[in-house]
């Protein structure tokens, strides 16, 4: 016969639940010399699906600043959409969000 557990127990799981929440990944886009912005533009409208205006603002920010986050999420997607950049040849890296 197995024993009886004692019900005054508390049970804690083996895991804690926010170890189990990967931190999102950011898709770059660096700034070059050469790539022309309406080009950059729409790349963005078509790899993202952003609207004109939405991948205009973005590609002015890589302009201006030198780099601009254009998707946050999981890092597999992420990693999918910087080849999918890097495949128009865009400057494009994956960095991990920081912490919250």
Do not use: C
Not at 8 to 31: G, H, Q, Y
């Amino acid at each position: 016969m197995s024993p009886n557990p004692n019900p005054n127990t508390e049970t804690k799981p083996d895991t804690d639940v926010e170890t189990l929440r990967a931190r999102p990944w950011n898709v770059v886009v660096l700034n070059d010399p050469i790539t022309l912005m309406s080009y950059v533009t729409m790349v963005f409208q078509k790899v993202f699906g952003y609207a004109r205006p939405h991948a205009q603002k973005l590609m002015m920010e890589v302009h201006k600043t030198g780099r601009s986050i254009v998707w946050t999420g999981e890092r597999e997607r992420a990693e999918v959409y910087v080849q999918k950049l890097h495949g128009y040849h865009l400057l494009a890296k994956l960095e991990q969000s920081p912490a919250a």
